[in-house]
């Protein structure tokens, strides 16, 4: 089977617009004076190496051909017809924490714990952090988030989780320590950027966001109820749930290798999750997402299931590493053992966050179900009783991916507008006091221009 156009095999193995004005607290923002301006102070506090350059655009548009980013690492998570924004200068900084494993060959350097940092001359005075989305690298989301929080003025700081590659899951003495340590470099990269803003810009980032796409959304849920003190709000674009006795990914995909392997109804994806609607999303899936997906998690947590598949590789080829594991079609996570479920406790959500978060999720996401993923999320909130904290859209015709955008453009939406808006509400929300608008499902711009705008106050449906 061909993957549709628009999504390169890359992205299906990795994964996983008007400008606003600044930020008010540009207003405060360091005078750093001529073009990058005080390099030679720029640090990053525990990193074994790092490498500064001074950069006439720091966005793609300027950086696509040089060792600055990897366009191909950014393959089909945004829409072919996106505008982005371009022309910021400033100085970038590449390097790497301390860290034993070797997933990550950007560089040359064979060397996880790598991070990418962006400061531009013209400062707001604020600063956004990302994880990568799926089990990419530091550059994933250069088109999706930092180009765009760039040009608004903030420092942009992203991270490879420590680790990366369909083989992840080898990080780590015991199941659990690959996604655990996910969330220990997130904090690690976030602390050094405040005090790399700091030491470039004379004072410290009066503003700390934090944002992401799937499992950099996890990593935004995770970091608000832990790591509330080092941010003032955060955007989840279908962040991953992990939540101790379900539901998540190892609840719903083990539905999707049954009826890849023939031995599944359709009505058993519903089941668990999967929207009606989706169907004509789940060949692709079934080609790209959901066998891979299914087995690298579930040797993540659960090594001892079926030992032999996946093994020390999800595969050498292609074909091995999209390819289901036929045990995989009979997981069944509730009646695991408890070390598998005290495994998934240790990188679990509660729900209890501590600073603003805007959650999106499309109706139409056939990797991450809206039930068994942000709607539970949501209900988490409300139990926790940080309701008032928490804000939910679902963007009507949303999926995973926006690069199937290319492919279904009359039955699919690209979420990216709605995350520029959602960051938009975010900084009004935090900085303004702007009450933002009750949860509901998004409806299409007035324009028509699905592409480049959304309108989070537009016409709706009331969710809760």
Known sequence: MRLPRGVPFLAAVLTAVSLTGPSPTAAAAAD???HCARKERVRVPGAAVQRSACLADLTTTGLAGTPYTDLA??????ASGTRTPSGVPGIQVD???PDSSRFNATHGWRHDAQFVLRLPDHWNGGLVVTGAPGTRKQYATDKAISDRVLAQGYAYAATDKGNSGTDF?????RPGDAVAEWNARTTQLTRAARQTAARRYGHAPLRTYIAGISNGGYLTRWQL??????????VDWEGALWAEDGPGLLTSLPATVARTLGTARDEDLYAVGFARGSEFLWPYHEKAYWGVT???YRAEFDPAYDPHCPGPTAGSSAEEILAPCPSDATYDYATRPASVHR??????????IGKPLITLHGDLDALLPQAADSDVYARMVDVSGRGRLHRY???RGGTHVDGLYDTYPDRLRPILPCFRSAFDVLTGWVERGTRPPADHTVGEPSDGDVLNSCALTGPATTRR
């Not at 690492?73 to 945004?78: P, S």
């Not at 109820?225 to 955060?234: A, F, K, R, S, T």
């Open 32 to 34: 750093t004076g001529a």
């Open 73 to 78: 690492d950014q393959a089909g998570l945004t």
């Open 95 to 97: 390097g790497y924490f």
């Open 169 to 173: 899951y080898r990080d780590g003495k």
């Open 225 to 234: 109820e832990n790591h509330p003190e080092l941010y003032d709000g955060g």
């Open 294 to 296: 299914q087995k690298i």
């Open 343 to 352: 495994a998934v406790a240790r990188v679990a959500l509660t729900g209890r």
């Open 393 to 395: 859209y679902t963007v």
